[in-house]
């Protein structure tokens, strides 16, 4: 199966500040990387598909890039409602996987 | 509205079964290929298992390979999840799930809000 690697695994950042997380797959998967949010007690939410289209509806401060194996989701501009837990996904494989998830906290 | 609704979850003995139910509403359910993902408290999302449009193509993640079982039922707009042999790691949340695909690149963009499974001894 294809491990997706995270870092940080949480981060303390203020309201307004530039975020960036990081997702590293063990092997080549090409643009087959999906960005999620999840809050506590909610489903999570698609952010980015295809490692840098933005889901519909999703605020622009949002931003995905990378390909190949390494990839990363940017705020732009962090605010009150962005603390969450964000994940990344491979759809490159038929087992898909997550990345063990980056906690976004209120310094 | 478009929504998942799942069902079906609860406590259960080591060992047991439960069978989980996901009901579709407000998009053509019939032609997407759906998917389970679980949550253990505190932990992260991992996939368990996908099925075809038609329900003739499965594919279950190790763990649960020989223990679960997907289904479908279009006339019903319904998925299930059949769990049989439960361990006290399969205690999670479990969320099913709709993909969508643009360009082929796929993505989980409906999800239901969960239903909670707590194996215990």
């Known amino acids: 199966d294809i491990q997706m690697t995270q870092s940080p695994s949480s981060l303390s950042a203020s309201v307004g500040d530039r975020v960036s997380i990081t997702c590293r797959a063990s092997?080549?998967?090409?643009?087959?990387l999906n960005w999620y949010q999840q809050k506590p007690g909610k489903a999570p939410k698609l952010l980015i598909y295809a490692a840098s289209s933005l889901q519909s509806g999703v605020p622009s401060r949002f931003s995905g890039s990378g390909s190949g194996t390494d990839f990363t989701l940017t705020i732009s501009s962090l605010q009150p409602e962005d603390f969450a837990t964000y994940y990344c996904?491979?759809?490159?494989?038929?087992?898909?996987?997550f990345g063990q998830g980056t906690q976004v906290e209120i310094k | 509205e478009v929504q998942l609704v799942e069902s079906g979850g609860g406590l259960v003995q080591t060992g047991g079964s439960l069978r989980l139910s996901c009901a579709a509403s407000g998009f053509t359910f019939s032609t997407n290929w759906m998917h389970w993902v679980r949550q253990a408290p505190g932990k992260g999302l991992v996939w368990v298992s996908r099925?075809?449009?038609?329900?003739?193509?499965?594919t279950y993640a190790d763990s649960v390979q020989g223990r679960f079982t997907i289904s479908r039922d279009n006339a019903k707009n319904t998925l299930y999840l059949q769990m049989n042999s439960l361990r006290a790691d399969d205690t999670a949340m479990y969320f099913c799930?709709?993909?969508?695909?643009?360009?082929?690149?796929?993505?989980?963009?409906?999800w239901g809000r969960g239903t909670l499974i707590t194996v215990s001894s």
């Open positions: 092997q080549n998967i090409n643009s087959y």
């Open positions: 099925i075809s449009s038609d329900g003739t193509t499965t």
């Open positions: 996904q491979q759809s490159y494989s038929i087992i898909r996987t």
């Open positions: 799930a709709t993909t969508s695909h643009a360009s082929g690149y796929w993505y989980f963009d409906l």
